[in-house]
């Protein structure tokens, strides 16, 4: 599935063996139920994360240029 990171923290839910990749751009990546705070970005995450749990991440952009894209298979 191919997703969009904007500045605003979106919720997914991931799956033992998935992979998210970053297709272009840096995203932050925050594992956790909760929505991470300003102070607590997370991951920075610029190419691939191999998952080997289910995980609640929540994903933004970490550019200020502007939106990145990302996918979770």
Do not use: C
Not at 15 to 44: C, F, M, R, W
Not at 52 to 73: K, L, M, P
């Amino acid at each position: 599935m191919k997703y969009t990171a904007t500045k605003a923290w979106q919720k997914l839910t991931v799956k033992a063996g998935n992979i998210l990749q970053v297709h272009y751009g840096t995203i932050y990546l925050h594992i956790g139920d909760t929505e991470p705070t300003e102070s607590d970005d997370g991951l920075i995450v610029s190419s691939t994360v191999n998952f080997n749990e289910d995980y609640i991440v929540w994903v933004r952009t970490a550019s200020y240029a502007g939106d990145d894209s990302f996918t979770v298979q």
